[in-house]
């Protein structure tokens, strides 16, 4: 699943392909890295969407 963040570190947004995770808070998140720079993607979820991708939490 591809999706967009902003990359800190290059400061433009990027397409990343990311997994599924819960954050510590419960959230639902997509976790990749940039395809760029290599640094570390998060891109937080809605319930709907994540949801939606088969996030059961």
């Given amino acids: 699943m ?4 902003y990359c800190m570190k290059c400061r433009e947004k990027r397409e ?3 997994s599924l995770v819960t954050l510590k808070n419960g959230r639902p ?3 990749g890295s940039c ?3 290599g640094t570390k993607l ?3 979820l ?3 969407a994540a ?3 088969g996030w059961t939490g």
């Fill in 51 to 53: 949801k939606a991708m």
């Fill in 42 to 44: 998060t891109k937080i």
């Fill in 29 to 31: 998140a997509l976790q």
């Fill in 46 to 48: 809605g319930m709907d």
């Fill in 16 to 18: 990343f392909t990311g």
């Fill in 35 to 37: 395809p760029v720079c």
């Fill in 2 to 5: 591809a999706d967009v963040a």
